[in-house]
């Protein structure tokens, strides 16, 4: 059983332009979540994927926007970046099921998106 | 609106001593409760839950937490802590949708 993993590991970008951070989910699960931690910050919700559907958002603009696959794996996509934007990005993957259960989610070892 | 609060930022103890870090949440429904720890460039590790049943849940590393209603509490425990201890722990509560909202988190430093 091969766990939740994240690329790239680290990347650098500069303000305004665009950036696609991928997660592979951990086998036999069907959900994906989002976070953002910013520096000394607990990770933020910004968005879930179920069975290839937005399942829930948090506190995020439009820019912050997300894909999941047929094989549960997910995007997440930034556009016009802001300096703010710096942070580490976190995966969790979990078996999602009726709204209103919580499943215990897996987090990947995220990716440090630095914007300059 | 659902919240978690940790109100310790930095906690230092010696190696061998006991361990309490604090976490106070508000949410309208029963919660479903976490903590992770993460160590410095790492992702989050969960060290145990609380869904329901008994409110005092064993997690790993020898960590425990208790569930108190009435103070809308979840504190992690840990008899002796261990060098290896030392990193950044988060308290959470999970709500509709599988969302997890998190503590600022609490740092914990350990003397040798």
Same mark, same amino acid.
Request: proline share 5%.
């Given at each position: 059983? $091969?766990?939740?993993?994240?690329?790239? $590991?680290?990347?650098?970008? $500069?303000?305004?332009?665009q950036v $696609?951070?991928?997660?592979?989910?951990?086998?036999?699960h069907n959900t994906v979540s989002w976070y953002q931690q910013a520096l000394g910050q607990g990770p933020q919700f910004i968005f879930q994927y179920y069975r290839e559907e937005e399942n829930g958002r948090g506190n995020f603009p439009p820019?912050?926007?997300g894909l999941q696959?047929?094989?549960?794996?997910?995007?997440?996509?930034?556009?016009?970046?802001?300096?703010?934007?710096?942070?580490l990005y976190l995966c969790a993957s979990s078996l999602g099921g009726l709204a209103g259960e919580s499943y215990e989610q897996y987090f990947g070892p995220g990716t440090r998106l630095t914007v300059t | 609106a659902q919240s978690v609060t940790q109100p310790d930022?930095?906690?230092?103890?010696?190696?061998?001593?006991?361990?309490?870090l604090r976490c106070n949440y508000s949410y309208g429904a029963t919660p479903y409760l976490f903590w992770y720890v993460q160590s410095p460039g790492q992702g989050l590790?969960?060290?145990?839950?609380?869904?329901?049943?008994?409110?005092?849940?064993?997690?790993?590393?020898g960590?425990?937490?208790?569930?108190k209603r009435s103070q809308s509490s979840f504190n992690?425990?840990?008899?002796?802590?261990?060098?290896?201890?030392?990193?950044?722990?988060?308290?959470?509560?999970?709500?509709?949708?599988?969302?997890?909202?998190?503590?600022?988190?609490?740092?914990?430093h350990i003397l040798p």
């Amino acid at each position: 059983e $091969t766990g939740v993993t994240q690329s790239p $590991t680290h990347l650098i970008k $500069t303000r305004g332009q665009q950036v $696609t951070l991928r997660c592979s989910s951990q086998s036999g699960h069907n959900t994906v979540s989002w976070y953002q931690q910013a520096l000394g910050q607990g990770p933020q919700f910004i968005f879930q994927y179920y069975r290839e559907e937005e399942n829930g958002r948090g506190n995020f603009p439009p820019r912050f926007s997300g894909l999941q696959f047929p094989n549960y794996s997910s995007e997440l996509n930034v556009n016009a970046l802001e300096l703010d934007d710096s942070a580490l990005y976190l995966c969790a993957s979990s078996l999602g099921g009726l709204a209103g259960e919580s499943y215990e989610q897996y987090f990947g070892p995220g990716t440090r998106l630095t914007v300059t | 609106a659902q919240s978690v609060t940790q109100p310790d930022i930095h906690i230092t103890v010696s190696e061998g001593a006991s361990l309490e870090l604090r976490c106070n949440y508000s949410y309208g429904a029963t919660p479903y409760l976490f903590w992770y720890v993460q160590s410095p460039g790492q992702g989050l590790q969960l060290l145990l839950k609380y869904f329901s049943g008994d409110t005092l849940v064993q997690g790993i590393k020898g960590f425990e937490a208790e569930f108190k209603r009435s103070q809308s509490s979840f504190n992690l425990r840990k008899p002796s802590v261990h060098w290896s201890d030392a990193a950044e722990y988060f308290c959470a509560v999970g709500t509709l949708h599988d969302k997890i909202i998190f503590g600022k988190g609490t740092r914990l430093h350990i003397l040798p």
